[in-house]
């Protein structure tokens, strides 16, 4: 059971606006930055979001992050097809001499 | 282009060992350290633990103390991950990723912005 939760599941149709939650506590999120990854199906993850709000090159700004105390979230604007992916939060935790934790993930269906 | 090319699938019995290599090209291999993560069928990611092909210096995550080893070859760029005495549980596939980081005001950010493929290890009786 992950120390960062997510919702297990989310779903939107194209063109609509989703947002997925990612909640966490003072040792984590409440105390460090917040990275997001979106792993298609079969693949490898790939880095979609760092630093909370941060998008690296060549992600869409359809995507957008964000954080508030020990929460953060992901948004996906203009749904599309090539979306429908699982989602993961992640955070360092000061906790154990430090770690990465991932939240669950959230599999995202685009109906 | 900057990648990380892993090894390929094993299958192993439980109790054995296993060691992942990790070969990274298009970057200074020591500038930057190394992730692995691992994912069960089915299941999210978890983070292993993280070495510095600068200096060495290793984490490990909680779980894996005492099971894990993780070093480097500077001299091919390859990074390993031996876990030992493996159960059912630890099959997976296992990722390196590379620890990328940026610099705001003197203070750096961390996240892993380039993966490898992916190993998968079964471990069977």
């Known amino acids: 059971q992950s120390i960062v939760t997510q919702p297990p599941s989310a779903s939107g149709t194209p063109g609509q606006k989703v947002t997925i939650s990612c909640s966490g506590s003072?040792?984590?999120?409440?105390?460090?930055?917040v990275n997001w990854y979106q792993q298609l199906p079969g693949t490898a993850p790939k880095l979609l979001i760092f630093?909370?709000?941060q998008r690296p090159s060549g992600v869409p700004d359809r995507f957008s992050g964000s954080k508030s105390g020990t929460s953060a979230s992901l948004a996906i604007s203009g749904l599309q097809s090539e979306d429908e992916a699982d989602y993961y939060c992640?955070?360092?935790?000061?906790?154990?001499?430090?770690?990465?934790?991932f939240g669950g993930g959230t599999k995202l269906t685009v109906l | 282009q900057v990648q990380l090319l892993q090894s390929g699938a094993e299958v192993k019995k439980p109790g054995a060992s296993v060691k992942v290599s990790c070969k990274a090209s298009g970057y200074t291999f020591t500038t930057y350290g190394i992730n692995w993560v691992r994912q069960a069928p089915g299941q999210g990611l978890e983070w292993v633990g993280w070495i510095s092909p600068y200096n060495g210096n290793k984490n490990y995550g909680q779980k894996f103390k005492g099971r894990v080893t993780m070093t480097i070859d500077t001299s091919t760029s390859t990074a390993y991950m031996e876990l030992r005495s493996l159960g059912s549980d630890d099959t997976a596939v296992y990722y390196c990723?590379?620890?990328?980081?940026?610099?705001?005001?003197?203070?750096?950010?961390?996240?892993?912005?380039?993966w490898g493929k992916g190993t998968t290890v079964t471990v069977s009786s």
């Open positions: 003072d040792s984590n999120i409440g105390g460090h930055t």
């Open positions: 990723a590379r620890e990328g980081y940026v610099d705001y005001d003197s203070f750096y950010y961390y996240f892993m912005d380039v």
């Open positions: 992640a955070s360092w935790d000061a906790t154990l001499n430090g770690q990465w934790v």
């Open positions: 630093k909370n709000n």
